[in-house]
């Protein structure tokens, strides 16, 4: 079946902007998780879903961040008045459950100019 | 709280070569283990895992065995293909009531030359 889905592949935006990126789990997945890929700090946990409710925001690196989830399907994570270290590659990834393993999909390039 | 180390690359080795990647964790209570795999212009991939001590987690080759008394989690193939390139992340979950988050060692990047 299809895998996790993220859209767009590559954004580019000007510093201040705010931008959405969308997270497509696999369809009956009920966890859904958001990573961040950076050269400088390597992959770090941003927030996770369970549902559409977000028990642990406790990667969010800042007020900036956020994230929503709707029908306990599609995630949005916005980024507001974005910064230059904001640029990374922002994954996410989905689960049947919490206890089971994690499908990734291809990610979404940020570049902050 | 958790960490996940993992030796630095790149790792360059010849086809048919003899691969490890080390990988250590620190962890409050009993991880999961797990390595992901991101071949080049790809998403990251799950390669193996490891629920409990001493079980050996293996796949396309590809074996890594838990050591609770070292708190390791080495990455071990007998003989890479230049298929085989792509980047090596060790990671680990801890359960607990709020979720199974992933923790990433740094990567590893391996080379394997034809």
């Known amino acids: 079946g299809a895998g996790v889905s993220q859209s767009p592949s590559n954004k580019v935006t000007e510093k201040g902007k705010d931008v959405e990126l969308r997270c497509d789990p696999i369809?009956?997945?009920?966890?859904l998780y958001w990573y961040r890929q950076s050269l400088g700090q390597g992959l770090e946990f941003l927030i996770y879903f369970q549902g559409n409710s977000a028990p642990d925001k406790s990667g969010l690196p800042s007020d900036r961040f956020s994230a929503e989830r709707t029908g306990g399907s599609v995630s949005t994570l916005t980024i507001q008045r974005t910064q230059q270290e904001d640029s990374a590659v922002y994954l996410c990834?989905?689960?049947?459950?919490?206890?089971?393993?994690?499908?990734f999909g291809p990610g979404t390039r940020l570049t902050v100019t | 709280g958790n960490s996940v180390t993992q030796m630095e690359g790149p790792v360059t080795l010849s086809e048919e070569a003899f691969l490890t990647i080390n990988c250590t964790y620190t962890a409050t209570g009993y991880p999961s283990l797990f390595w992901y795999v991101q071949y080049p212009g790809e998403g990251l991939q799950l390669l193996l895992k490891?629920?409990?001590?001493?079980d050996k987690g293996s796949n396309k080759g590809f074996e890594a065995t838990y050591r609770k008394e070292t708190t390791s989690f080495h990455l071990e193939k007998g003989s890479v293909q230049v298929s085989d390139s792509a980047v090596y992340f060790c990671a680990l979950i801890l359960n607990n009531n709020a979720g199974n988050m992933l923790t990433f060692g740094g990567g590893t990047r391996l080379m394997v030359k034809p």
């Open positions: 369809s009956g997945h009920t966890a």
């Open positions: 990834a989905s689960s049947l459950n919490r206890v089971y393993e994690q499908y």
């Open positions: 490891a629920t409990k001590a001493d």
